[in-house]
Nanobody
Framework: QVQLVESGGGLVQPGGSLRLSCAAS????????MAWYRQAPGKERELVAV???????TVLDSVKGRFTISRDNAKNTVNLQMNSLKPDDTAVYYC???????????????WGQGTLVTVSS
């Protein structure tokens, strides 16, 4: 069984910063992409940032220049550094990974449980 455990959410004032972390554990042979999604109240889940094994990143236009995604392949972790936060960034943030399990050759996907980020004064 594979799981993702997120940490780092909380309440922050506009203009502040937060760092989200996500650690993958379990029967993992390898991980391809790791990503952060978010879902605001009443809205659909959207992709915030994704990073490949090689370090190539793609970031949502509305967070470019403010959010940075990074990963440690040796530790199976992914981070999201969020700066200059705005009230519109308020959402539950989910970690996502595509991985190959030790017990099979097909890539599967797994989601974290989500961590709430609230940007408010």
């Amino acid at each position: 069984q594979v799981q993702l455990v997120e940490s780092g959410g909380g309440l922050v004032q506009p203009g502040g910063s937060l760092r989200l972390s996500c650690a993958a554990s379990g029967s993992i042979s390898s991980i391809s992409t790791m990503a952060w999604y978010r879902q605001a109240p009443g809205k659909e889940r959207e992709l915030v940032a994704v990073i490949t094994t090689g370090g190539t990143t793609t970031v949502l236009d509305s967070v470019k220049g403010r959010f940075t995604i990074s990963r440690d392949n040796a530790k199976n972790t992914v981070n999201l550094q969020m700066n200059s936060l705005k009230p519109d960034d308020t959402a539950v943030y989910y970690c996502h990974a595509e991985f190959r399990p030790t017990y099979g050759a097909r890539y599967l996907e797994v989601w974290g449980q989500g961590t709430l980020v609230t940007v408010s004064s």
